[in-house]
């Protein structure tokens, strides 16, 4: 069983290579990106959700941070559903350079993001949670997302 | 556990790295200017006021400040901490700088011996602000990747090189050299070189090309040794060049070595990446893995040739891959920080990053400063290509200026209108958490 920062920075790396196929695929053809596009939205939700209804809420009950850093990681989270939701606009429009504008900032506010998360938040949450690792990592795995 | 220092949350303000990026190109374009009002047979030499100055205005006034905007802003993300007074040790980090470095420019130029003297004493002063205050930061990290480790030992190298600097500099003022003075200047810029500058761009390409472009990873070696072996390379050249000169060379080819493997390895990943999308920044990094590649065979080739060609090796490398690598970063991290603050703000209607710098315009900048770049070299041969060299370098930087602060005038226009939420709330609620 991997630990809670192996299994969401793992997570990261898959959203990524779906990230990179829907650009490949609004690149060739935009008309029918879409189901590369929903892919790419879906995973990445369901990670934002794996962190904000699962481990978040594990770190902040066991840390008393609920204003800290994971109130900033949401943020980031809702900054980045606005970006996607403009991308999805965009392939609806049929609009390469605005799909391409937005996805540009994402990929950099994502990555950004990602640093974060994978050089703090989820090297404190390892620390803090070591003990119910497996049972978080079993959580998120099973999550169903809403 | 004490997170104290920690800032996942917290970046720094806008003003704190735009105003380094900003200025940046203005010291290529006095450079430029320099070059210009420089007779080529001046300039073949490293050892020669004219040439010492304009490299300053490079070295000093673009790379430095973009690297020192770049780490103020890169801090809290890569590494998790936060700058003390981030605001205050910025601006008086850039006061010092830039009054410095335009009073060593005008001052060995023109040959007034107060204003290098206080140019030693304020670029001592700036360096050593900014060095100290980033190495503070970085004793709270929790998390020591390798990209940490080697923005820590280029933060080394940069502390050295700004001592030894600051010697070489006041000796200009005083008018008198000292038996190692040459021995000095070597180490002083090549430390500058590939120990500060190099080693810093390796280590955060073991993040941002893997990241931003969904590269394979670098191998564990790279990362683990690749650093460490560098280093060893740079004071093993030191060493040799002290007391066995004529070896020297050995321990060139030692640190070449790696820095060659560092290029290939880029233009590798850059064609292995799974994201296609080409851009202005990717053209940069494929410059500069060309340059760098170019260089480290001149650097080794110019030793037989009693290092007649030094000035093209530094063209090359400092120009060709640093000032690459740089440039080419200016082009995502202004526009993504004028997105980044707004959209914080609460500024939802705004241009995304694609919209804000002028693709046809970066264009033009790339091509010229590549064309100036390759008049530079060949006008070592060819002095009359010196002047056209310089006219084209100008202009580049000039529409670099333009470029870079396009998006911050749109950010200027943007605040003074009513942002689409309130997000005042949100601040006050994060404010607190500090």
Redesign the interface.
Known sequence: MSSIKEYLSTDHGRC??L???M??AV?KDIQSAKEAYEEFANATERHFQMEERVMFLEFEQKTGMT???T???R?EHA?MR?LISDMGEAIDDKDK??F???S??L???M??H????E???Y??AQ?HLSADSERIVDMMNSMIVE | ?D?NG?S??QAPPISAPIRFFLTAPLFAILAGVLILFSDAASLASRHSIEAIVITHAITIGFLSFVMFGALTQML?????VKIAKVDFVSRLSYTFLLSGVLSMIFGLWLNIQILIFAASALLGGGFLITIISMLLALKNV??F?PSIKAMITSLIFALLITLIGVHLLASYGVGNFSESHLFFANTHSVWAIFGFAGILIIGVAF?ILP??Y?APKFKRFCKQRVVLLISLGLLFWMVLNLFLDSYAIVAKIWIITFFWAFATTVHIKLNTR????S?ITIWYWRSASVFMTLGAFSWVINDFFNSEYIVIVSVMIGGGFILSIMTGMLY?IVP?LV??HL??KGY?SI?????MINKRLATAQFVLFIISLIGFVVSFFAPYLLSLSAIAFIISMLILEYNVISPVLIYLKTIKTKPDFDMSM?AA??Q??K
């Not at chain 1, 990602?114 to 998360?117: D, H, L, V």
């Not at chain 2, 241009?351 to 919209?355: F, H, L, S």
């Open positions: 990524d290579e990230f990179a196929s650009e490949d690149t204003q800290g850093p109130a900033m990681m943020h900054q606005n350079d605005k391409f504008g937005s540009e900032t990929m950099i506010l990555q950004q990602n640093m974060k998360e050089q703090m938040l090297t404190m620390q | 556990m997170f920690l996942v949350d809290p993300v890569l590494a998790g929790i998390n990747t993040h990241m931003f969904v799974r994201r296609k999308v851009d995502k993504f997105w980044f959209n914080a939802m241009p995304t990053m694609n919209e949100f609620t994060t607190q958490q």
